[in-house]
């Protein structure tokens, strides 16, 4: 540039732009609010319970043994039974006069969610096209997890049984997805197989398709990049008429690809030497492109893959937990009571929303104003900067 740059040059040409800046924004706006307006109306009913860790009275051989356990989560034991067959019908029976239609335990545990809070609070969420019947909902959950709980631990072995049944039933299918998922790709992407167990389990089985093609691939992308730059160190040498010191440099296998060996090589004269070397040049950049794009995909593949694997992992480890939480306390239940006067309370009680959760106009507009006045400087910036200077304004 011949002139010196000044911030108030560019600000003024900014500034002359100001449709461009907005025409974004505006643009953006629009746009949001159109979605803000199909998207269907949900208000969300928030309730808070309290968990306290328990004092367990052990009762056996006729003695009582007081036992206060700091590592028992309890909060952890109560959370599952929440989205249960049966502290859903629970909570419609008890709510049933108050709702503006009739909703079935599937569409209530598909609308219900729990969030662990701090310390022993967790909270239970209602969302649906009504309000009052999200509150109210959500309130009945409360007071039905209290009495399916009391259920559990006083003995009834068919609300126990059934919470049992649900979670298993929901490993049981995380758990073949996993399993086959593994013998497919591996554990790690690494081996398939079966296991078969021998105390700790051991994994049979050969190095996964996936895996094979991926270190395959990569090596042979890693061999040809080097391959390409020592033909490119022994062609630069050539054109500076150096003496020939690097052809050894491609005494490859590489070269066999493309019907080429190294004897033949060095008996060529020098100018057929070069011409032959720049031919394939140019097919091993076209090969090793073509090889690139190939392995980018393969690694994408493989990322979803283990992001797969990640997901069924999840998933798998929280019913696994549960299920185990639940067979413990079934072992529990037959060699003692649980005679603790603590049972999960409710804190703060559901209020009918004034406002849905969904759509969420202020978020989706401020984003929206965001996305659109940084855009429209974008645009403004690379007009003016496509523009050009104008001297005379200097």
Do not use: C
Not at 161 to 168: R, S
């Amino acid at each position: 540039m011949d002139h010196p740059f000044r911030i108030s040059y560019y600000l003024r040409q900014l500034a002359r732009r100001w449709k461009l800046i907005l025409a974004p924004a505006i643009i953006a706006l629009l746009a949001a609010v159109a979605f803000s307006f199909i998207t269907p109306t949900r208000y969300t009913a928030h309730t808070t319970l309290i968990a306290p860790k328990p004092q367990l009275v052990w009762r056996w051989e006729n003695k009582v043994y007081d036992i206060v356990n700091l590592r028992f989560d309890w909060r952890a034991e109560v959370i599952p039974l929440v989205k249960t067959q049966k502290v859903a019908d629970a909570a419609l029976t008890q709510a049933a006069d108050q709702l503006s239609r009739t909703y079935s335990a599937a569409e209530l545990m598909a609308a219900t969610s729990v969030k662990e809070e701090t310390g022993s609070l967790f909270s239970i969420n209602v969302k649906l096209s009504n309000a009052e019947d999200a509150a109210h909902l959500a309130n009945a959950l409360a007071l039905a997890l209290p009495a399916a709980i009391a259920d559990i631990y006083a003995g009834d072995q068919d609300a126990f049984a059934q919470a049992q049944a649900y979670a298993q039933q929901n490993f049981d299918a995380v758990d073949d997805q996993w399993r086959a998922f593994r013998a497919k790709n591996g554990i790690g992407l690494g081996f398939t197989g079966d296991l078969t167990s021998t105390g700790d389990e051991t994994l049979y089985g050969n190095q996964s398709a996936i895996k094979q093609e991926l270190t395959i691939r990569g090596s042979d992308v890693a061999n040809s990049t080097l391959f390409l730059d020592k033909l490119s160190t022994v062609l630069a040498a050539l054109e500076a008429n150096e003496p020939n010191t690097h052809l050894a440099l491609l005494d490859s296998s590489i070269l066999a690809r493309y019907g080429l060996n190294f004897e033949q090589l060095r008996q060529l004269s020098r100018p057929a030497l070069q011409q032959t070397l720049q031919t394939l040049q140019q097919q091993l950049q076209s090969d090793v492109a073509v090889a690139n794009a190939d392995l980018l995909t393969l690694q994408d593949n493989v990322a979803q893959l283990l992001q797969q694997r990640d997901n069924l992992l999840r998933s798998r480890g929280v019913w696994y937990d549960s299920l185990k939480a639940l067979q413990n306390k079934q072992i529990e239940l037959e060699t003692k009571r649980i005679v603790e006067g603590q049972r999960v309370q409710q804190v703060d009680a559901a209020q009918i929303p004034t406002r849905p959760s969904q759509p969420n106009w202020p978020l989706n507009l401020g984003l929206a104003l965001i996305a659109g006045l940084l855009g429209g400087l974008l645009l403004a910036v690379i007009a003016t900067y496509l523009g050009g200077e104008d001297t005379a304004s200097f």
